[in-house]
């Protein structure tokens, strides 16, 4: 018995040593924690993995939900749209559109984590624009070319207009050029082009061969041809003037003896009408012109007609009055062209604003209209920046004769979401660069008209062009925006929200 209780007590101390030891090295080995609290953690990540999962997909619900709502609208509210303008009811689509390509990429934000696809489980589309809803807010005007009402152009043999276009400057004689034009037209006669001697160099800043390419005719002459044909002498058989007050023609005794240094000769000046004033032109038609001017004689002249009102909406419509084969029968010279396509690449890119901020000699023209059209340069940078956020452009074309000093400040004031928008204006000559060779080589640099000819040029070639209302030069681009196709529903006069592609008559 003695034995066995020794024995006994030898084996328990041993196990009574032994445990402590076996429990600290297990301690230090192993985290106890862990063993217990694992299993909790796991469960705890679950619940609220699984409550991200469920917020996110019933977002998704609301979001598909919120698309149909937008999508419907987008389908049904706008079909009658008679109390609203074109262009209101064109900002409401493009923000409506806005909505629906923001609620878009909420979805696909939320899905991302699940890779999903971009379609949510019950097979919506995701994209509005594959389902026919894209919309650009400034999109072009469709001028409807097809629909134009025109006449021909078919000369008779040594039947001559000769065209006098002296009020203004250059913008204003392009314009009584167009018109001589559709007089030659009606008239049956070919149109002799002033001389620089006597009128701008036209050859310098038109294309002329282009309009009898367009026509397909000789129906446009240089002077110098005209000369060459009548043997240096020309005898004017008839110079009817369409206005007779304030000045008949508007023709002083300096530029009747620059006509006769010419050697042109003419009989005395007549007048077509009476009582026909420059501040007020009265509307005439095709019949009135047939009746007054028409005449079997050689050369007949017509004095200035920039402010003849015959057929205003034949004239005015998109490719003018006259049948031709393209775009435009007045057009820059291809050199011109070819500059303005080099400035864009190099300075603007395809997207950008061309802005015509006329100043110099404006403040008592805009001053006499009520209200005024000349704004300050606070109200003005407000209205430009609005339409850099509508059109969407990041950079804008500046054709002005304002002082540093004013675009300067205009400069300082158009930004955007905290960015500038920056204003660019052609730079001086600098022979590093490359745009303006060709008018460097053909020694059209620094010609005041040729320049004139190159921003009307790029602003014609914008996405989006703001004008000055009552200017000839930009009415210039107006004609040349709406005959290339270029213009846009965005275009305005500068701070008067009025679309002149609409107020000409094409809306």
Known sequence: MRRRSKLTF??????????????????????????????????????????????????????????????????????????????????????????????????????????????LQNGTALDPSS???????????????????????????????????????????????????????????????????????????????????????KVVVPFEDFMKLKKNHAHIDKFICYFSTPQPCYMDEEHLKKLKSLGISMGKLEAAWKNEDVKNPSRKTVKNVEEKFGSDDDVIAIGDVYFADVERDWVLQPGGPIAHKCKTLIEPSKLILLTAERFIQ???????????????????????????????IPQAADCITRMVERANSPVIYLSTDAAGSETGLLQSMIMLNGKTIPLVKRPPRNSAEKWDALLYRHGLEGDSQVEAMLDKTICAMASVFIGASGSTFTEDILRLRKDWGTASICDEYLCQGENPNFISGEE
Not at 351 to 360: K, V
Request: charged letters at 20%; a positive charge.
């Open 131 to 217: 389902a026919g809803y894209s919309f650009h807010r400034c999109r072009k005007v469709d001028q409807k070319f097809s629909e134009r009402r025109t006449i021909e152009w078919k000369p008779r043999r040594n039947k001559f207009l000769f065209a006098i276009c002296l009020s203004g400057q250059m913008s204003n004689h392009l314009i009584c050029l167009e018109k001589h034009m559709f007089f030659a037209a009606i008239l049956n006669r070919a149109l002799v082009i002033p001389s620089s001697r006597f009128d701008y160099q036209y050859n310098r800043v038109l294309d002329i061969e282009h309009i009898n390419d367009c026509i397909g005719k």
């Open 10 to 119: 030898h084996k328990g101390y041993l196990f009574a040593l032994v445990l402590p030891l076996l429990i600290v090295f297990i301690y230090f080995s192993t985290d106890i924690r862990s063993l217990f609290t694992s299993g909790i953690s796991s469960f705890k990540f679950n619940t609220v993995s699984d409550q991200i999962r469920e917020s996110q997909l019933q977002a998704l619900h609301l979001l598909n939900q919120q698309q149909s709502s937008l999508l419907s609208i987008w389908n049904h509210t706008f079909v009658n749209s008679n109390n609203i303008t074109t262009v209101q009811f064109d900002d409401i689509k493009a923000t409506l559109l806005t909505q629906i390509t923001l609620n878009k990429h909420m979805q696909q934000i939320l899905l991302s984590p699940y890779k999903a696809g971009d379609t």
């Open 346 to 376: 190099t300075f603007l890119g395809s997207n950008f604003i061309a802005l015509h901020f006329r100043r110099h000699g404006f403040l008592k023209f805009c001053n006499a209209k009520k209200p005024s059209c000349f704004y300050p």
